[in-house]
């Protein structure tokens, strides 16, 4: 499995951006994606996640601003991200959990990772 993400840049403090991140190779259409994220010197963390239904989780620091989303037709998952914040920025990774089933929140629980694509908010 291999993702290609794409999308980021640099916006100003309330804008917004559209990640996507295109899955090919062996990859079927029950498998959990997510999105993380790493700022830098601190770790990586979920930012959201989204079941093969359908059904997605979001971190509390980015709910009612970022949306998840799946096209499993074109094996790509995309985060919306509005009213941008100085905080939200760091490098964003795509991951997808082969397993499906229950929606799940860990870093180890993704087996497959993209490249990262960076996103700056500029105050």
């Known amino acids: 499995v291999q993702l290609q993400a794409s999308g980021g840049g640099l916006v100003q403090a309330g804008g917004s951006l559209r990640l996507s991140c295109a899955a090919s190779?062996?990859?079927?259409?029950?498998?959990?994606m997510a999105w993380f994220r790493q700022a830098p010197g601190k770790g990586r963390e979920l930012v959201a996640a989204?079941?093969?239904?359908?059904?997605?989780s979001y971190a509390d620091s980015v709910k009612g601003r970022f949306t998840i989303s799946r096209d499993n037709a074109k094996k790509t998952v995309y985060l919306q991200m509005n009213s941008l914040k100085p905080e939200d920025t760091a490098v964003y990774y795509c991951?997808?959990?082969?397993?499906?089933?229950?929606?799940?929140?860990?870093?180890?629980?993704?087996?497959?990772w993209g490249q990262g694509t960076q996103v700056t908010v500029s105050s």
């Open positions: 989204i079941k093969w239904s359908g059904g997605s």
């Open positions: 190779g062996r990859i079927f259409s029950n498998y959990n």
């Open positions: 991951a997808v959990d082969p397993r499906g089933f229950a929606l799940r929140m860990e870093i180890a629980d993704y087996d497959y």
